[in-house]
């Protein structure tokens, strides 16, 4: 390993102290039910895409793939290029992002503070991949491609420490409720859960496409990421989620738990998640709903005034 790659990879092992150990939640959704939330929002670029993002990087330092002249890019609609962006900012390393022209206003805004260069496709993530590859194809020599629908060390990164996290923290869960993405956090907690009494419950975004929920996918209308392992994961697990009902949900939540803002993601998780009559579930929450303004308002604007304290569970020791 040379010195240089010995510096990276000092750097990027410092900067995995900053990330993971996220707090549990009670997460009220009325005055007599909770269920335990994981805050991934207290990550230090404000999502649980830093984890994976984080390991990516990590493990092409290692294998020297990636030097300090190397240009990252990746294709993403939005978290995990955040994830990435402030992974490469701290490093001192050039961040391209390709992602769909709606991606929203302060998404960009985040990404181009942590000095991402912004490229953006006409259609949705797979049009941006496509963008991406066409580069790639031109100069194959210039830039890593993080590619977080084929690295297994995106879902590695949940096997490895998200997991074990939420079994350390809420020891009597009986269900995890996640988010499905690009397959890494169902099928890391799919392995992670495999010879556990915990059940896996995964959330697919909308079967309509127009009205999808940004950063979500749906089996229905996308092909299987190469990543994501449905044996593991079990298609009988697998939900769709409602949008008509997400911001009321949202606003409910809100009430409840002392002015508390879930994102969009997590509504929808929570949307399949509040059906169940598991005694102890956990919610993982990809990120906060104060990083989305227009959400953030919406829900503010019409929920009623917030009525409980919520209340946040310690760290073990």
Not at 216 to 224: C, G, P, Q
């Amino acid at each position: 390993m040379s010195l240089t790659t010995q510096s990276l990879s000092n750097k990027v092992q410092k900067l995995a102290t900053l990330v993971g150990n996220t707090p549990i939640r009670k997460l009220w959704l009325t005055p007599n039910r909770f269920v335990y939330m994981k805050e991934e929002g207290k990550n230090p670029a404000g999502s649980i895409k830093d984890r994976p993002a984080l390991n990516m990087l990590l493990h092409a330092i290692l294998n020297g793939e990636v030097t300090q002249g190397t240009v990252i890019a990746e294709s993403t609609s939005g978290n995990t290029g955040i994830g990435l962006a402030w992974v490469c900012h701290e490093l001192g390393l050039e961040y391209h992002n390709y992602s769909p022209s709606s991606l929203s206003g302060q998404k960009r805004d985040i990404l181009a503070d942590f000095g991402a260069h912004l490229f953006f496709s006409d259609g949705g993530t797979d049009d941006a991949t496509k963008m991406l590859k066409a580069k790639i194809e031109n100069d194959p020599d210039f830039y890593f491609w993080a590619s977080q629908f084929t690295n297994d060390n995106n879902w590695r990164a949940h096997l490895e420490n998200t997991a074990p996290e939420v079994l350390r923290q809420v020891p009597q869960a009986e269900e995890v409720w996640v988010a499905f993405g690009s397959g890494g956090t169902s099928t890391g907690f799919a392995h992670a859960l495999k010879n556990t009494n915990v059940k896996l419950q995964v959330v697919q975004n909308t079967v309509v496409r127009e009205r999808r929920v940004e950063g979500m996918r749906n089996l229905a209308w996308i092909s299987k990421p190469p990543i994501a392992d449905l044996d593991a994961i079990g298609q009988e697990n697998m939900y769709s989620t409602d949008p008509d009902a997400l911001i009321d949900l949202a606003e409910r939540i809100y009430q409840y738990n002392d002015g508390f803002i879930v994102g969009p993601t997590t509504a929808a998780v929570i949307t399949q998640a509040e059906r169940s009559t598991a005694k102890a579930l956990v919610v993982i929450s990809a990120d906060n709903g104060s990083r989305y303004l227009d959400w953030a308002n919406q829900v503010t604007g019409t929920a009623a005034q917030p009525i409980h304290t919520d209340e946040l569970l310690e760290l073990p020791v």
